[in-house]
């Protein structure tokens, strides 16, 4: 006999009680702060038409789509005609372009799902994996900005991890940079690519990175020489900070109108929200539909970033007419979910009561306690397999329940039940019609 290997797919994991606990109570909690704050859920399919993806993300970013081949006749011709969603912000540009009459505006939304990338699976890295999202289609004003980054912040607040630093910077900003050193348009988009993996390669693998790319050593040698200013410990400057890099940015007036978006949104958000706010003159954000302010959150304990997003003003335009202004930000679930984890009790809380049954002929008198015991309010798990009434107590105890209910053949004629309070070992009889008082009383006591 073959015998199929049980490990999950390479970059897919399997989510045991005490993971889908702790993310379920994450999601809640991050749903909360997101409805207070004016956002409404949406949710879309796990699976678009591959033309709905593609051309969104940047070279890097679609040849990571999962596609989905064509089926039936046309399956051997090796075609792919839908693809699993990359990410959430795309499939909300083309709700919002096909529903746009329908929603309010502007609109404000948030959605957590699964979403599939073809990457290399490692260390942190995933095929599969959930992400937060939260936008604001139909407004250009910074206030929509704002509101973005302050539910960010408020979620990542409401979890316990307040404390985090949002780096924020401006599309625009980048591309004044860019063009100041020399950088024709067409390489625009190459030289940020590079200037985006800076905290990842340093200075001499950006340099590389752009000289491979194609950009000239007459561009790279002073940008670089002037990014290397911005030391390791001090990558996000105060707006006023005397540096050749701002200072080429500030030449123009696109730079100077990107750099007043900046500083408006920061004193918006600062309003609103308690985390450092500040500018990173050489954040790009990856994605190639970004347009104007961009942020990410990073937190103390975790050298990564755990949030991040930016405006994308022509994303929408894609798929219709006329082009919609949006922005919109993104929690990293999973990297939040693993400092959770390292900060909180990894057990599970199982059900309030474990109702035992002695014997199978007693079964209807267990299930009619146990649903007394549910209309009462308590999480109750009636035990569903076989085995001597110590094994069924092992289990009661394994699933961490406050008490087990034992219903005899003694109880039964008598109308009581016993209780076994599981943290002492106690057993208390006690009338039947008062087995909701005394497991809800045990259950107080212990919290």
Not at 426 to 443: C, F, G, I, M, P
């Amino acid at each position: 006999m073959v015998t199929i290997d049980a490990n999950p797919a390479s970059g897919t994991r399997d989510y045991l009680p005490a993971e889908v606990t702790r993310r379920e109570e994450a999601f809640a909690t991050i749903r909360r702060v997101f409805r207070s704050h004016g956002f409404d859920p949406l949710d879309t399919p796990a699976f678009e038409r591959l033309e709905v993806l593609t051309g969104k993300y940047g070279e890097e970013g679609d040849q990571l789509i999962f596609k989905i081949l064509r089926r039936g006749d046309h399956e051997a011709s090796g075609q792919a005609d839908l693809a699993l969603r990359y990410d959430l912000t795309v499939p909300l540009a083309r709700v919002a372009a096909r529903y746009g009459s329908q929603l309010p505006m502007p609109f404000k939304r948030y959605q957590i799902a699964p979403v599939w990338r073809a990457d290399r699976p490692g260390k942190g890295r995933f095929r599969e994996f959930y992400q937060c999202d939260l936008d604001v289609v139909g407004s250009t004003s910074p206030v929509a900005d704002a509101s973005t980054i302050a539910a960010v912040v408020d979620a990542l607040a409401a979890l316990g991890l307040d404390g985090c630093t949002v780096q924020m910077n401006h599309r625009q900003a980048l591309s004044a940079m860019v063009h100041a050193y020399g950088i024709p348009k067409e390489q625009e988009s190459d030289a940020l690519i590079a200037l985006d993996k800076l905290a990842k390669i340093g200075t001499d693998g950006v340099a590389k990175e752009l000289s491979q790319r194609g950009i000239s050593a007459a561009a790279i040698e002073p940008l670089m020489a002037d990014v290397g200013e911005l030391t390791a410990s001090s990558l996000s400057r105060d707006m006023g900070a005397d540096t050749s890099l701002v200072g080429r940015i500030a030449e123009t007036e696109q730079g100077r109108a990107a750099l007043a978006d900046i500083e408006t949104v920061r004193h918006l958000v600062g309003d609103q929200a308690t985390s450092q706010l500040v500018y990173s003159p050489v954040l790009a954000r990856g994605l190639a539909y970004y347009t104007g302010v961009v942020f990410e959150v990073v937190h103390d304990a975790l050298d990564v970033t755990i949030a991040a997003g930016g405006r994308y003003d022509g994303l929408i335009g894609m798929f219709q007419q006329e082009d919609v202004p949006a922005t919109g930000g993104s929690l990293g679930l999973e990297r939040i979910l693993l400092l959770l984890e390292e900060q909180q009790d990894a057990e599970v809380a199982g059900p309030d009561v474990v109702v035992t049954i002695v014997d199978d002929e007693l079964a209807s008198a267990a299930v009619a306690i146990a649903e007394r015991l549910r209309t009462g309010g308590l999480t109750t798990d009636l035990y569903a397999g076989t085995g001597r009434l110590g094994k069924q107590l092992k289990y009661a105890d394994r699933r961490a329940a406050t008490a087990a209910i034992i219903v005899g053949r003694g109880e039964i004629e008598a109308g009581t039940v016993t209780v076994k309070h599981l943290a002492t070992g106690d057993q208390t009889t006690v009338d039947a019609s008062e087995v909701v008082n005394h497991v809800s009383r045990l259950k107080k006591d212990a919290s």
